[in-house]
């Protein structure tokens, strides 16, 4: 099969490799259509905490099961699915507490396994979730980052009625903006590149006196993150949703601030399997509108290109199909 391999941080090979055989528990998946987040592009040129060499990167994927392995029920041949793409112990402290995502043997898609930057990739059964009729892959790969936004905003409890602030109009902070709104909030985005403006009823090129129950980081930014935090209402929950370089990671806090307002500081990293469930009704049912957001189709051959339009930002969504564009 045809796959996109990184061996070592800063490059990658497309090359032709063996399809994999499904072991125990396992699906083997003929990839439809995978999603490129910039992720991938950091796991690609600078590394990830998660990351483990070598590996096929790809965490958005959607397919058609076309192997089983042992102790799989032949049925589910033929079966369009995503993949959530964690696996956890669901014994743990965290898992008990219903955040798989946070499992110390949480094995990632893309990070820790082979991902959808492949025409075939390996998923544990359980980590399958049926495609509805009537949805298209296309909509359906977009559950993954849409799942992700969900989390940061069950993360920052947020309640219907309440006003969210969302810094960084890229796909993350649009899906986040139209998750909060399917959860009954009202959502402003906040983002200085027009070319993105026309992706959002409710934008900002730039914060003005308004204070927000909730504020969401959806860019690596740290001043967009002191920006949020001069921007929060009374007991107001700020979301640490985007990572931040290495070199710039540690930032000052004011706890007087924090104290006096009842303010509240929450991380968000991943997503629950649960979460993809409920991201996966919402993209079905049309609760949140996704197809909008691809801005470009492109095949896994031209991955150089298309992460050059991720360091660009000139677009959204990019979906990468492992043969034919559709």
């Known amino acids: 099969m045809k796959a996109a391999i990184v061996e070592k941080i800063g490059t990658f090979q497309l090359a032709d490799i063996e399809k994999p055989e499904p072991g125990r528990g396992e699906v083997l998946i003929e ?30 994927v959607v397919g058609t099961v076309c192997a089983t392995g042992p ?23 965290a898992c008990r507490k219903g955040a798989g995502n946070l499992c110390g043997d949480m094995r990632i898609m893309g990070f820790h396994r082979d991902g959808g930057f492949a025409e075939y990739v390996l998923a544990p059964v359980e980590s399958t ?6 949805c298209t892959f296309d909509d359906a790969v977009i559950v993954e980052p849409l799942s992700c936004c969900l989390n940061g905003l069950e993360r920052a409890a947020l309640a219907p009625g309440e006003q969210v602030g969302v810094w960084g109009g890229g796909p993350a902070g649009a899906l986040v903006s ?12 906040i983002e200085p590149d027009e070319r993105r403006h026309r992706y959002h009823k409710e934008v900002l090129a730039a914060p003005d006196a308004r204070c927000f129950d909730v504020a969401v980081v959806a860019v690596g930014s740290s001043q967009c993150y ?18 931040l370089p290495r070199d710039d990671s540690v930032q000052t806090l004011d706890f007087n601030e924090l104290h006096y307002g009842e ?29 909008d957001l691809i801005s470009h ?30």
Request: glycine share 10%.
């Open 31 to 60: 990839t439809a259509v995978t999603g490129l987040c910039r992720t991938d592009l950091k796991i690609i040129e600078v590394g990830h905490r998660d990351l483990v060499l070598p590996r096929i990167p790809g965490e958005e």
């Open 297 to 326: 189709r492109m095949p896994l051959a031209e991955l150089v290109r298309a992460l050059d339009h991720v360091r660009n930002r000139d677009g959204m969504k990019i979906l990468l199909y492992p043969r034919d564009v559709p």
């Open 71 to 93: 102790h799989v029920a032949p049925g589910i041949k033929g079966r369009r699915v995503y993949v959530y793409p964690g696996t956890c112990c669901g014994a743990c402290r």
């Open 226 to 243: 002191r920006d949020a935090l001069a921007h929060l209402a009374p007991r107001g929950r700020l979301v640490v949703f985007s990572g």
């Open 129 to 134: 979730i049926p495609i509805p009729d009537g």
């Open 263 to 291: 303010q509240c500081v929450v991380g968000a990293y991943g997503c629950t399997y649960h979460q993809s469930v409920k991201a996966m009704d919402w993209v079905q049912t049309g609760a949140v509108e996704v197809r």
């Open 178 to 189: 139209r998750a909060a709104k399917a959860m009954g909030a009202e959502a402003t985005v």
